[in-house]
């Protein structure tokens, strides 16, 4: 129903899990790449996400986030996670548009892609 609170709790669930993401790489000590946890406690994004059960819901608006940010595509978390380019002060910067588009509910849309290489990362992603 539209008005008996289901949408709400949800979204605050999903703040409340952005926020733990956020949390776990907080640090960049706490950070990695290419594992999802390392064998010292590290967890790259997508380990965090799944660290506090988020994957699912977490996994458009950090995308959508990857690309505002960066003005870049990508077809998943791991290859932002893991380019050579990617510094934990980017991630960080990531994870915070994510949840503010998040409190938001209303997100800006993503940079356009333009020319025949944006076209031809849609057809694989």
Aim: contains cysteine; aromatic residues 8%; hydrophobic residues 40%.
């Amino acid at each position: 129903m539209p008005f008996d609170g289901t949408v709400y709790e949800g979204r605050v669930r999903s703040l409340d899990k952005m926020d733990k993401v956020i949390d776990l790489l907080s640090d960049e000590r706490r950070w990695c790449r290419k594992q999802l946890r390392s064998p010292d406690g590290r967890y790259c994004i997508a380990g965090a996400m799944m660290a506090v059960d988020a994957s699912s819901e977490l996994r458009k608006p950090i995308l959508l986030a990857v690309e505002q940010v960066t003005g870049h595509h990508y077809c998943s978390i791991e290859t932002f996670n893991d380019n050579q380019l990617t510094t934990h002060a980017l991630v960080l910067k990531v994870l915070g548009r994510a949840h503010e588009n998040m409190l938001a509910d209303t997100p800006p849309a993503p940079r356009p892609r333009v020319g025949a290489w944006g076209r031809l990362f849609q057809a694989f992603c």
